[in-house]
């Protein structure tokens, strides 16, 4: 596909943005590019896949695809991600999951008097402190499960909290 210069200069200057930007600060760095690649008419579904996970390597893949340059192949295996980082997401992520259901729970609607039911929260998309890579890695270790769209659960341990 042939991009136009301006178009293609403008993608690589996000691209360069979004890498020395820290995880926190890059969203809205994310959305433009999101724009940018529709507007270069790049598929929809791959596009989707690689801003909805923040996947910079992916991006830059896909960048040098629309270069028409040398691909690099995939990489064949990640390094394995340290027990203590998937310690501390898991607990973020439970202490996120509890906020968002503490917060749903304190809305005018939901109590005795009310005659609202309480919906319980049992999902939600992970903090984005942590990359997609621990997420799946948990998700492999058996401590989340995926909910679809980018949700995740926690895994019931079995045992009764009363």
Same mark, same amino acid.
């Given at each position: ?6 178009? /293609? ?5 996000? /691209? ?9 600060s890059a969203g809205p @760095?994310?959305?433009? $590019?999101?724009?940018? /690649? ?15 996970? &923040?996947?910079?390597?992916? /991006?830059? &893949? ?6 028409? *340059?040398?691909?690099?192949?995939? =990489? ?8 203590? +980082? ?7 992520? &439970? ?16 109590? =005795? $008097?009310? *005659? *609202? ?6 999902? $939600?998309? =992970? =903090?984005? +402190? ?5 997420? +799946?890695?948990?998700?492999?270790a058996g401590k989340l499960? &995926?909910? *679809? +769209? ?10 009764? @909290?009363?």
């Open positions: 596909m042939e991009l136009s210069a301006p178009t /293609l200069a403008e993608i690589t200057a996000r /691209l360069t943005t979004i890498a020395a930007a820290d995880a926190a @760095h994310w959305g433009a $590019m999101h724009k940018l /690649l529709l507007k270069a008419k790049v598929d929809a579904r791959a596009i989707m896949s690689v801003i909805g996970s &923040r996947d910079l390597k992916g /991006l830059q &893949r896909m960048i040098a695809e629309l270069q028409g *340059g040398e691909v690099a192949a995939k =990489p064949a295996a990640a390094a394995p991600i340290d027990p203590s +980082e998937l310690n501390d997401a898991l607990r973020l992520f &439970r202490r996120r999951l509890k906020f968002c259901q503490l917060d749903a729970d304190s809305k005018l609607g939901v109590g =005795p $008097m009310t *005659g *609202g039911g309480a919906d319980r929260i049992d999902s $939600m998309i =992970p =903090p984005r +402190e942590f990359p997609f890579e621990v997420w +799946e890695a948990l998700v492999l499960r &995926r909910t *679809g +769209e980018g949700f995740y659960s926690l895994v019931p341990d079995g045992k009764a @909290h009363w």
